[in-house]
């Protein structure tokens, strides 16, 4: 990549035409069409992370048969700007498709553009080239054309090498008395044709009208494993500080905590989702604030604002990121129903609007009135917020419903915080409709939670992870698959016990960068609190537990987050193949980047045993036979292209996780 | 569709908070994006036709669970607007799509917006009445909140009797001492939503960033017979307009000539493009211009202005229409070149460059030089043109070579004309790579020449078909069928003789509601120059022939027209299903508009017969069991939904051309 010299496109009108410049320019003749990667046609920015390679593409064409040339053009968000060539590539696409790539190697909003130009001297070249090979000697009128091309070049070029060599070309075809073949052999030499390309003037150069954006957040935004917990079970922050050590030994990545705010006394919620709570019950931590202090205010069962900030250091030490549930609702207690009535929906009658969806009623929660005329101090409130916690090293934010607040509230606060630190990425726990949750994503949001808890079947499994994977969806959402959720036990996961668990966890952890677990999951905890719920039985919503890092299935939690970290292709969405198993009870698929190849076999039955022949196809590119490494039980086998047989059974082995040996 | 009054879509701010008005609005709450019809997003116009009714739809949604609404808003070219109803359609596109549809009654240039609102009122009707239904009783809040809107609603309406209706609830709402249950009948009374559906309130309304545009074209842009006709192989102007009867007879609607302007002398074309000219030879006429005159003029050979004129005149009165080439090139001795030398490209040494594509040259032709400083006066001077003949009754013109011309100029071309005269029609004869065609199609042709001829297989067929119909393209690029032309006779054709000519014949005018034949194939004319060459020996292009209607398959032309006529569903292209027909060397498919289904089955090998069993799927919607009638034999068979045997032999039966008996 060079360094860009800006140029207006208009420039070089005076190219235009042999008779010298024309003051009044004809519309420009390159079309340049359907840039990728773009998402909505360039509307919302494009998502990627520091240090990837940007693949760019677009058609570029032109009228006639002159040739075109054309760059991309990037500008970094510190001002650093530079281009990349772009290079015609295959017919397949109707014969106007080019392709180039550049690199992001800073967080923040780069933007990239495509320029193209009609290369009037190769145009030349190639003409004169054709009717030399072809035996046609009346050229002089051609050679009288390439003079004045060369005259013009000699005068563009800064270098002094490549100018001599021109203006050598240019005095013998301008020569009258020179020999017509001789002046071919010159205008053909390779070495004017380098001497024009070290500097090549950019014909009526046209470019996008608008450059296409580019938000490069750090890496963690797409690959991460998160565990959540809730502060009030593991001893307060304190105690979560404590099992930073452990949770980073087993590979996670991120640790997500529920509000960690006080919580409303007025119609608390009791055990198991009652609507009144016993003495001594703690609440829902969303059913935030009270006497005490709302959303800026830290439990005081839990801890200070000082512990948080420990606990966000002590994180860091471990290349951990807290993350902070942001959940905008209040309880009957919290400050802002005093300070800010204003922000609260009132009834004409007086009474307070609580949350609802009728006929259900929350009536521990009130939502905030979005459309109340204070709408900029509501919004200024809760930035101050974040950026408190930020302040306190909070890097992450899990965001409680964002579908049913504005999306221009959220595209606003992103953008806000993002200014004071483009580090801070934002998970979106929409679930909603799929345009609502891809809008969220268009808006800013670092990742989403998504369908994942709700698809455990070969063929809806593989329907999904095909949209995510590749439509243009890839480009904005990233997926962040949540194996369980305080809220999410699924059916699947209650009745298939320790089997389901291990191949939903097998699930999560390679099919998407970013996969989460929410504590007790590696216990197999699965009993709803009743048939046909898919809420916990004893919910930690609403009760402290007495938690500790002991599960049965940490060993093997801890293997995949190691050989996620240590394998790129498990770092990537959008590399992944799905491999025919002739068994809808088998799930398979191979995921590569560079030389990474990972290929997982999941039994999804949780009750039988499963096996079938596991098709690898030649298209992956591995040997005809080669060894696999079977990172869970440590065995190898020898695979080839074409059908691999696979045996898996519940309580004995339920996936394989194969590291293919570098061949 | 009601008249628009036309309304801010800010304009009902003091809606959005029971506080009051906001002077400092929000951003919208709504989104609506992906409008279809579309293309490149609302970049370029949807194309249709007088008569059309345009389905449209799009994604409609906000934040949170208020209802939303939404119309189409569409402005005709004379000035009237209306609007039509947008529903909610199933949740198989993600749960947020919507849509209705408008009628297109002229031609011009339509807009259409859609405009989306939060139902306020029925937003409260509807958690009203969830909660009656969940036999909540502490309902007062609610029934002051129903109060305030009624008042407004009250003060809204225009007419007199949904006020009074209005009125009455909300004097009941209001009213302290009222029962709860009584207000709740009311409020949930179907009349007085009625009332207030009469003159709905937009709340925070919001409309696409941009109207879309469909260009309306008379039918004919989509749905004609075309004949092409060297009118000096049938004694000239006069000639031509001799043979209108019978043309008219045979079901055809628009004959195309070949360009009607006089011959260059210089460098003229001998017979089979020989490079010299014997005495005698008429050149070929796309050599344009010579002393007596260029563009504007008319070979005295074939008549004068005078002539065009009547002939346009009298194919008026049989409701054709005459085609005129517009071919944008000059033989050498054309009036523009000492007129406006500047007009040509001149090379530095003096010489005039001629056309070519190395080593090919086409010294009978000169390009202009679309550089010129003068392109201004070029461009008007080619307007003018193409005005005369308009003016001279002409309003079709088979526009040569556009894609060798510069894009800006066909679209300022073609608009400038449509200014004078929105009944002019352009087709498009290029022949080059995809994305090309579809960028002229986009930027205003009427109708495209394809790659149609070079498909005669029947996975290419169905693969082109497709493109054509289910893609996007369906929405701006018009195929013209062409079965052959002066300078395309497939080795189909020339290998297959009579049973290929049936063949493609069938193809051309069921697949396309537009198709076309170059004269000579009713003759089964299909000896080339050479073998390999798709050029014809004794080409038309360069010598006179003497033509008259009276070839062997103008029967089963004017049977094929005149059924295409008669048949809604032969005047569409995206109507259509491929249709499985077990044997390759069988194409079947069908094609349904409304009642009217025909299904067309093929015959693609010229050499051997060919059965199958064609499978009518039931998704067509037809009876069980019907009857159906082949117009190329007049016979009758009984068909059914599933298998139905099909046996076609070349010299016997080459295809079904089959209307389906209304059930």
């Not at 959540?228 to 590979?251: C, D, N, T």
Request: charged share 25%; net charge negative; proline share 7%.
């Amino acid at each position: 990549m060079s360094t860009l010299h800006p140029r207006a496109t208009s420039a070089d009108a005076d190219l235009l035409s042999a008779d010298g410049p024309s003051a009044d320019q004809a519309p420009p003749r390159i079309v340049i069409q359907y840039p990728r990667p773009s998402v909505d046609g360039g509307r919302y920015p494009v998502k990627r992370c520091v240090g990837d390679v940007v693949e760019v593409s677009a058609d570029v064409f032109r009228d006639g048969h002159d040739l075109v040339r054309a760059v991309i053009r990037w500008f970094a968000p510190d001002g650093r700007a530079g281009e990349a060539e772009l290079e015609w590539i295959d017919v397949h696409l109707g014969g106007v498709r080019w392709a180039g790539a550049f690199a992001v190697d800073q967080p923040g909003r780069w933007r990239y553009t495509i320029e193209a130009w009609t290369d009037v001297f190769g145009t030349w070249r190639d003409e004169l080239a054709r009717k030399v090979a072809a035996g046609q000697s009346e050229l002089a009128g051609e050679l009288s054309e390439g003079a004045v091309l060369l005259r013009r070049a000699a005068r563009h070029v800064r270098s002094p090498e490549a100018r001599a060599v021109i203006e050598d070309a240019h005095a013998e075809l301008a020569d009258a008395s020179g020999s017509a073949s001789a002046k071919c052999v010159t205008a053909l030499n390779e070495a004017l044709r380098a001497a024009i390309e070290r500097e090549p003037q950019r014909h009526a150069a046209v470019s996008l009208d608008e450059p296409l954006i580019v938000e490069v957040d750090r890496r963690r935004a797409r690959f991460g494993a998160w565990y959540e917990m809730f502060p009030r079970s593991w001893g307060g922050l304190r105690g979560v500080q404590a099992q930073l050590p452990r949770l980073a030994e087993l590979g996670f990545d991120v640790v997500y905590l529920p509000p960690i705010h006080p919580i409303g006394v007025t119609h608390r919620k009791g055990r198991d989702n009652a609507p009144t709570a016993a003495p001594g019950d703690p609440g829902s931590p969303w059913a935030i604030g009270d006497a005490s202090g709302g959303h800026d205010a830290v439990h005081p069962d839990l801890g200070t604002l000082h512990d948080v900030r420990a606990l966000t250091e002590a994180a860091r030490a471990h290349d951990i990121d807290i993350a902070l549930d942001f959940a905008i609702n209040a309880s009957a207690d919290h400050p802002w129903l005093t300070e800010h009535p204003e922000w609260f929906h009132r009834r004409p009658d007086g009474t307070l609007k609580y949350a609802e969806n009728p006929p259900k009623r929350y009536q521990d929660i009130y939502n905030v009135n979005w459309d109340t005329p204070d709408w900029r101090g509501l919004w200024d409130a809760l930035l101050q917020v974040m950026l408190q916690w930020v302040d306190c090293g909070v890097r992450v934010f899990r965001v409680d419903n964002p579908h049913t607040k504005p999306f221009g509230f959220w595209a606003w606060l992103i953008d806000e915080v993002h200014r004071r630190d483009g580090d801070v990425l934002f998970l979106a726990e929409a679930f909603t409709r799929r345009s609502v949750m891809r809008h969220l994503a268009k808006l800013g949001f670092s990742q989403s939670y998504t369908y994942f808890t709700w698809k455990n079947g070969r063929w809806e499994l593989i329907e999904y992870l095909t949209e995510l994977a590749d439509t243009e969806e890839a480009e904005y959402f990233r997926p962040n698959f949540f194996a369980n959720t305080p809220d999410i036990l699924h059916e699947y996961l209650q009745r298939g016990g320790r089997p389901a668990f291990e191949a939903r966890l097998v699930l999560a952890a390679t099919l998407s960068p970013t996969y989460g677990l929410y504590s007790g999951f590696e216990n197999y905890e699965n009993v709803p609190v009743h048939d046909g719920s898919e809420e916990y039985l004893h919910s930690e919503k609403y009760e402290i537990k007495r938690r500790s890092l002991d599960g049965p299935m940490l060993p093997m939690i801890a293997t995949l987050n190691h050989v996620r970290r240590e394998s790129p292709s498990l770092q990537a969405l959008s590399n992944i193949t799905f491999l025919d198993t002739g068994n809808d009870g088998l799930i398979a698929y191979a995921k590569q980047t560079g030389a990474d190849t990972t290929i997982c076999v999941v039994c999804l039955d949780p009750h039988q045993p499963q096996s079938g022949w596991v098709n690898v196809p030649a298209s992956l590119g591995l040997a005809p036979a080669f060894t696999v490494h079977d990172v869970l039980s440590g065995e190898r086998y020898q695979w080839r292209i074409g059908q691999n047989f696979v045996a898996l059974a519940p309580y004995w082995r339920q996936a394989h996780v194969l590291k293919v040996a570098p061949g």
